[in-house]
């Protein structure tokens, strides 16, 4: 699945999903976008990963949630790179996991803005770019919680509910374009996300504790995930936009 001559800007793309995500596209040969928002380390770590692989890596600084800081980021990237040919919206941040009633609602409109306005926000920007080019590619990252919409988790399912809310929109918006839009909600990931998930609600400290109980005999890992990606963008998917794919290891009728 090559991938040389495209250009992918991936948001939080500097650790756990949105990491796994950046190299694997990488070693598909796209130039990649590192987006972080205080992680400068991880970033950097993460473009000298990429360039390590023979692409090109740049790390940029944004909050998602800030419309400005957005538009600003996706027109130096266009300068820098010449260039966008596939967005990757992974940016996110987990809620406290309690009920409505106990919800701060700041903690709400903190949790809904980065995942729901910041996935709006890059996509209105990016869109312009994507259709000047052959082949334009949206991945939306939500989440197994869409299948279930669990208790104690209002913040997070609702910025996630968001997400592919505007997936489905724009996949019919611009598929006149030749731009496929697609989300892949994955479960619970080894990433420092889903480490600290599995301590609050289940006491696990070391995920591979839980390996023998998950599907497949192992937790969900970045490349997982990177994997399906890597396929929604690449010229192998040549029919598929609109569309949900989890990522959790689970078929529909076992839930």
């Given at each position: ?16 999903i ?13 130039d990649?976008?590192?987006n ?149 909600a ?26 023998a ?43």
């Amino acid at each position: 699945m090559s991938l040389k001559g495209r250009v992918a800007i991936v948001t939080g793309g500097n650790r756990g999903i949105g990491r796994g995500i950046a190299l694997g596209l990488a070693q598909d040969g796209a130039d990649i976008a590192v987006n972080y928002r205080q992680d400068v380390e991880g970033a950097r770590e993460t473009v000298a990963d990429i360039t390590a692989l023979g692409a090109k890596a740049i790390a940029y600084q944004a909050s998602v949630d800030d419309y400005e800081a957005v538009r600003g980021m996706v027109a130096q990237i266009a300068n820098d790179f010449g260039c966008i040919d596939i967005l990757v919206n992974n940016a996110g941040i987990a809620s406290r996991g309690l009920a409505v009633a106990d919800t701060d609602p700041a903690e709400f409109e903190r949790v809904v803005r980065t995942h729901c306005f910041g996935t709006f926000y890059a996509t209105r920007e990016v869109i312009p770019h994507l259709r000047k080019r052959p082949r334009g590619d949206i991945i939306m990252i939500s989440s197994a919680a869409t299948r279930r919409w669990s208790a104690n988790g209002a913040p997070y399912n609702v910025g996630k509910a968001g997400i592919e809310a505007i997936a489905e929109g724009v996949a019919k918006e611009e598929r006149a374009s030749n731009i496929r839009v697609n989300i892949v909600a994955p479960g619970i990931v080894e990433t420092e996300m889903g480490r600290r998930l599995m301590k609050a609600t289940r006491n696990v400290d070391d995920l591979r504790d839980i390996d023998a109980d998950s599907p497949f005999g192992h937790v969900c890992q970045p490349e997982d995930v990177a994997n399906v990606v890597r396929y929604l963008v690449s010229d192998l998917n040549t029919y598929v936009t609109g569309e949900r794919i989890y990522v959790d290891g689970l078929a529909g009728a076992m839930l």
